[in-house]
T-cell receptor, first 116, second 121 residues
Framework: ETGVTQTPRHLVMGMTNKKSLKCEQH?????MYWYKQSAKKPLELMFV???????ENNSVPSRFSPECPNSSHLFLHLHTLQPEDSALYLC???????????????FGPGTRLTVL | AQKITQTQPGMFVQEKEAVTLDCTYD???????LFWYKQPSSGEMIFLIY??????QNATEGRYSLNFQKARKSANLVISASQLGDSAMYFC??????????????????FGKGTLLTVNP
């Protein structure tokens, strides 16, 4: 199933580069998320968008800049990253902008980012 | 204190046997939801099963079932008749309704550190 797609799947960048990660969901969902998954650490929520408005920013450094132009697309713009930012970046979407406990998040395959 | 604890960093099981992956959680809320996800080496997190705190019956979804013991705050995943394709990382996650009460949203899922399951032929 390819309900949530992410490009690129792999990215290597230098600390001075600017790059963007793209996420697209084909599920008709209203909420989209960016997560960071580092080795041996639990998944960390970075940003949440609901109906194209940012509703959560979990103290993420400004070198990460999200953009949600519509309910189907989510971007993560990267600039001046550090080697410790190397991780798997996962995008997810869910139906609700609401309050249901059962609102399930569906994930994309992730972008494996390496910062040199 | 960790909200979600998965005490088994790695588990091994023989093909066709059943395996239980442990998950304990910590919450003072009465309303919460528990999720299990599978993450193969390809990276995608695949939703497996959901259990609500007020659900009277244990959730089941094909070969997956959830052994929900509310008083012990445990939500163990049981995989029956293991297959080679079940080899992956498995994550337990929780959403608490109390997060709403504090003025925040209920979007946040808290994940455990995961268990790496290896199915041997």
């Amino acid at each position: 199933e390819t309900g949530v797609t992410q490009t690129p799947r792999h990215l290597v960048m230098g600390m001075t580069n600017k790059k963007s990660l793209k996420c697209e969901q084909h599920l008709g969902h209203n909420a989209m998320y960016w997560y960071k998954q580092s080795a041996k650490k639990p998944l960390e929520l970075m940003f949440v968008y609901s109906l194209e408005e940012r509703v959560e920013n979990n103290s993420v450094p400004s070198r990460f800049s999200p953009e949600c132009p519509n309910s189907s697309h989510l971007f993560l713009h990267l600039h001046t990253l550090q080697p410790e930012d190397s991780a798997l970046y996962l995008c997810a979407s869910s139906r609700g902008a609401g309050t249901s406990l059962t609102d399930t998040q569906y994930f994309g395959p992730g972008t494996r980012l390496t910062v040199l | 204190a960790q909200k979600i604890t998965q005490t088994q960093p790695g588990m091994f099981v023989q093909e066709k046997e059943a395996v239980t992956l442990d998950c304990t959680y910590d919450t003072s809320d009465q309303s919460y939801g528990l999720f299990w996800y599978k993450q193969p080496s390809s990276g995608e997190m695949i939703f497996l099963i959901y259990q609500g705190s007020y659900d009277e019956q244990n959730a089941t979804e094909g070969r997956y079932s959830l052994n929900f013991q509310k008083a012990r705050k445990s939500a163990n995943l049981v995989i029956s008749a293991s297959q080679l394709g079940d080899s992956a990382m498995y994550f337990c996650a929780m959403r608490e309704a109390g997060y709403l009460g504090s003025g925040g949203s209920n979007y946040k899922l808290t994940f455990g550190k995961g268990t790496l399951l290896t199915v041997n032929p």
